[in-house]
T-cell receptor, first 116, second 111 residues
Framework: DAMVIQNPRYQVTQFGKPVTLSCSQT?????MYWYQQKSSQAPKLLFH???????NEADTPDNFQSRRPNTSFCFLDIRSPGLGDAAMYLC???????????????FGPGTRLTVT | KNEVEQSPQNLTAQEGEFITINCSYS?????LHWLQQHPGGGIVSLFM???GKKKHGRLIATINIQEKHSSLHITASHPRDSAVYIC?????????????FGTGTRLQVTL
């Protein structure tokens, strides 16, 4: 089935040790998003790609970087994870739906990051 | 005041009950989404609405654009429906749509 896949599902890293989270999609969608969701909070958009065009949210810390080498893959790099970066990281993709220009977003299962 | 408000925040129901979750928003949107998240899990998109009503199985979603209000209904609720239900609105920004999320409604369905 076409889907959004995130690896790994669970990641443990040490304080300050760089970590990379992976997202892949078989939907051939132009847009890919990375969200951070902390416990009992709503997801927070970190950045998105439209094709190779990178769009950073104004309040996303510099510690968070992203790469999209091709349509199918997108990576989230956390350069120096702090304890406050422990969260669920969600990848989503979207395509154009309907004349209104509304985009339906398809979410991956998420990667739960623990920082020790 | 949040741009997207949901009510109730928590809801407990017995199996078989009809459930309604409400969502109000205060901004112009291109679409409204209802999402489901099980504890510790990822997010599943249930519906995307820009007008009217949609039905999928036991789930029904409605939206009133003029009143900026949407409802998610679950008929014949079941314990497997226990999850957090999130209302989110799409706002188009150039080449993508950004989602603004409500705070979620935690639903517990008991036997």
């Amino acid at each position: 089935d076409a889907m959004v896949i995130q690896n790994p599902r669970y990641q443990v890293t040490q304080f300050g040790k760089p970590v990379t989270l992976s997202c892949s999609q078989t939907l051939n969608h132009n847009v890919m998003y990375w969200y951070q969701q902390k416990s009992s909070q709503a997801p927070k958009l970190l950045f998105h790609y439209y094709d190779k065009d990178f769009n950073n949210e104004a309040d996303t810390p510099d510690n968070f970087q992203s790469r999209r080498p091709n349509t199918s893959f997108c990576f989230l790099d956390i350069r120096s994870p702090g304890l406050g970066d422990a969260a669920m990281y969600l990848c989503a993709t979207s395509r154009l739906v309907g004349a209104s220009g509304a985009y339906e977003q398809y979410f991956g299962p998420g990667t739960r990051l623990t920082v020790t | 005041k949040n741009e997207v408000e949901q009510s109730p925040q928590n809801l407990t129901a017995q199996e078989g009950e009809f459930i309604t979750i409400n969502c109000s928003y205060s901004v112009g949107i291109s679409a409204l989404h209802w999402l489901q998240q099980h504890p510790g899990g990822g997010i599943v998109s249930l519906f995307m609405l820009s007008s009217g009503k949609k039905k999928h199985g036991r789930l029904i979603a409605t939206i009133n654009i003029q009143e900026k209000h949407s409802s998610l209904h679950i008929t014949a609720s079941h314990p497997r429906d226990s999850a957090v239900y999130i209302c989110a609105v799409s706002i188009l920004t150039g080449t993508a749509s950004k989602l603004t999320f409500g705070t979620g409604t935690r639903l517990q369905v008991t036997l």
